[in-house]
């Protein structure tokens, strides 16, 4: 099996395997299986593993830098796409489970809560990334414009972050992990950078 | 013999339907979480499966309408109040309490008597509360995270104790503290609030008939999660108020520290009385999620037992949130 090959079959199973999360939490409601609160669950859930994909996609340069491994690269869009996918699940069971389309309550969430004035921008603001993920439109945009669209990625890690650290009662303990991965994974970026410059240099 | 004075925000007993109606209520999310899924292709699809399902209670379609009509309330379910709960010590996880409390130890459990009153000392539970009947109370109990329970809790009325505990004149406020066992709570290697909890009461206000020491829920013994062996229950204050595990009492003069309040004064004022008027600074106040139910409910003045007006009448609850 050649690599083209080897990189189509982990594809799909990493296709597959990003699919289990919303499985799992289908299989959960069907059997009643959410607790007391069965649409916080939800939210939660499906805001989570957003954000646990964004970060997944953040991870493939850092591998590439660290261990000279190609193959994550190769998954860095469908691991962005299931990223926009959670987070439209999420933010759909915001607006219709929440809220239930009380549209004025919505727009005052929006525009009063920083927690979601937040989560909404990073919702929008992935957008663009979504839409331009296609080999076409990489051709189109070209190579450098694209590229400095989609590092958007990083403002919108942050973002999401500081969702979720907001809208906990007591602050940002559980947001802790998600914080620490990133600052790594940012690191590991700046520390490449610095290098290339000192190499430059000499 | 045993007299009870129901007030009318109180919750009557054939207002409250059977557990086992309550049951059928998951059916609904069962339906509705394949219909989210599947929202970015059918948004039509949501609208009819939230039809389908809301149209027995509610002749309107009008999201708005619903929220604001007030409807009975309904028991929430035995096995809801004992898996869904905010008890730090246990974890910050609404999960982690009753997982963590399994095996939580009550007894022996004494509880120490301090400050300005008459009768301090330490006393072994049982002495403190055998002298008191006793009996039923239904209240709603409003988290300030914006969900909300009703729960048929057993106890007496704080009132009641306090009396004999006979505090001098001096005593304007009342302190409890929770146990802080590191053996038994794992939480409390956690730095998110200052062990042990506290929380306080003005002395007018835990000596009114609604504020409630309670023993049990259900008729049954509470369980760790739920604060046992003692707990405050204040119901038209915020959840985080009515204090769980008490293992003192104390009676001061000055206006005692409140853990929430220590840990965000901006966020959790001292009396924190259920106000839909006034907002958490991260999120709305407004309304409620009461668990078990799928659309939101107003949220009520001091949680709509107004008959504690008078105890703030001087009050601008706007700055003394």
Same mark, same amino acid.
């Given at each position: =099996?050649?690599?083209?090959? /080897? ?23 069907? /059997? ?13 859930? @499906? ?9 997944? @996609? ?6 590439? *830098? ?6 994550? =690269?190769?998954?860095?869009? =469908? ?19 929440? /809220? ?17 004035? *937040? ?19 990489? /051709? ?7 590229? *400095? ?36 994974? =940012? ?16 | ?19 086992? $109606? +309550? ?7 069962? %339906? ?57 010590? $246990? ?9 963590? &409390? ?25 002495? !403190? ?9 239904? #209240? ?18 704080? &009132? ?10 001096? &005593?304007? +406020?009342? %302190? ?55 707990? !405050? ?14 293992? &003192? ?5 000055? %206006? ?11 966020? #959790? ?15 709305? %106040? ?7 139910? $799928? ?9 709509? +037992? ?16």
């Amino acid at each position: =099996m050649d690599y083209l090959q /080897q990189i189509k079959l982990l594809k799909r199973f990493i296709f597959f395997i990003c699919s289990i999360p919303l499985a799992w939490l289908i299989w959960q409601a069907t /059997q009643g299986k959410l607790g007391a609160n069965p649409i916080e669950a939800v939210i939660h859930s @499906t805001g989570l593993w957003a954000l646990r994909f964004l970060l997944l @996609t953040l991870t493939a340069t850092p591998l590439q *830098l660290l261990f000279k491994w190609n193959w994550p =690269m190769q998954l860095r869009r =469908m691991l962005g796409l299931y990223a926009f996918f959670y987070a439209c699940l999420h933010l759909s069971a915001y607006i219709y489970l929440d /809220q239930y389309f009380a549209w004025a309550d919505i727009i005052e969430d929006i525009l009063k809560r920083p927690y979601i004035t *937040l989560g909404m921008a990073a919702w929008i603001l992935l957008i663009p990334l979504a839409i331009t993920s296609t080999h076409k439109m990489v /051709q189109r945009l070209g190579g450098k414009r694209w590229l *400095l669209l989609h590092k958007l990625v990083y403002p919108i890690a942050t973002i999401a972050i500081l969702h979720y650290a907001l809208l906990i009662k007591s602050g940002w303990s559980l947001a802790a992990p998600y914080i620490f991965v990133f600052i790594i994974l =940012m690191a590991v970026r700046i520390k490449n950078i610095t290098d290339n410059k000192k190499y430059k240099s000499q | 013999m045993l007299i009870k004075i129901k007030a009318s925000s109180e919750c009557k007993e054939h207002e409250v339907s059977d557990e086992k $109606f +309550y049951r059928s209520r998951r059916s609904f999310i069962t %339906q509705s979480v394949p219909a989210i899924a599947a929202s970015s292709l059918a948004p039509g699809l949501l609208l009819s499966a939230c039809d389908a399902k809301t149209a027995s209670d509610t002749p309107s379609s009008d999201p708005a309408s619903k929220a604001s009509t007030p409807k009975a309330d309904t028991l929430t379910p035995y096995q809801d109040i004992t898996t869904y709960n905010n008890f730090y010590e $246990f974890g910050t996880d609404k999960a982690d309490p009753a997982i963590h &409390a399994k095996n939580f130890k009550v007894s022996p459990w004494t509880i120490r008597v301090e400050g300005e009153a008459k009768h301090i000392g330490t006393y072994a539970l049982d002495d !403190l509360i055998a002298p008191h009947p006793e009996q039923e109370r239904i #209240y709603r109990l409003r988290c300030v995270e914006a969900w909300s329970m009703v729960i048929p809790w057993m106890g007496f009325p704080l &009132a009641d104790l306090i009396k004999r505990l006979e505090p001098n004149s001096k &005593a304007k +406020y009342v %302190q409890f503290e929770t146990l802080a066992d590191a053996k038994q709570m794992p939480g409390l290697r956690s730095t998110v609030l200052k062990w042990p909890y506290v929380e306080a009461l003005r002395l007018d206000e835990a000596m009114h008939p609604l504020t409630l020491l309670a023993t049990g829920i259900y008729g049954k013994s509470l369980l760790g999660q739920n604060g046992a062996p003692i707990r !405050l229950v204040v119901p038209w204050k915020y959840g985080f108020k009515s204090i769980k595990s008490i293992v &003192a009492i104390r009676f001061t003069e000055k %206006q005692p520290n409140t853990s929430w309040n220590l840990r965000s004064p901006r966020e #959790y004022g001292f009396y924190s009385n259920v106000n839909p008027t006034v907002n958490h600074p991260r999120w709305s %106040q407004k309304k409620e999620r009461r668990i078990g139910e $799928f659309r939101k409910r107003e949220t009520l003045m001091f949680n709509g +037992y107004e008959e504690v007006a008078s105890l703030y009448s001087a009050m601008d609850l706007k700055k003394h949130t």
